[in-house]
């Protein structure tokens, strides 16, 4: 199976930054798009950003030029650096990898979600 592990979540005040990771384990054979989604209440999960194997990127409008994602393949890793946080970024994270297994089989994964809460 595959594990996708968040930390970083936590409580800032509006302005502030945080800074989330999240690392894949298990029978990985290589890892394509990582993002970062994130649900408020009420709400659907919605994509915040996403990094291809290759390196490129894409945001969701509410994070251009605040946000930053970062993906290392060799630890398996992905970050978002979050920085001018608004009240309105508050809700759970969650880490998403689209994973070939060992057996080749692609599926999509998340992560148990990380909450990230921001006051005014």
């Known amino acids: 199976q595959v594990q996708l592990v968040e930390s970083g979540g936590g409580l800032v005040q509006a302005g502030g930054s945080l800074r989330l990771s999240c690392a894949a384990s298990g029978i990985i054979f290589t890892i394509n798009n990582m993002g970062w989604y994130r649900q408020a209440p009420g709400k659907q999960r919605e994509l915040v950003a996403a990094?291809?194997?290759?390196?490129?990127?894409h945001y969701a409008d509410s994070a251009k030029g605040r946000f930053t994602i970062s993906r290392d393949n060799a630890k398996k890793t992905v970050s978002l650096q979050m920085n001018s946080l608004k009240p309105e970024d508050t809700a759970p994270y969650y880490c998403?990898?689209?994973?070939?297994?060992?057996?080749?089989?692609?599926?999509?994964?998340w992560g148990q979600g990380t909450q990230v809460t921001v006051s005014s």
């Open positions: 990094v291809t194997k290759g390196g490129n990127t």
């Open positions: 998403n990898a689209n994973v070939l297994t060992l057996s080749f089989v692609q599926s999509a994964y």
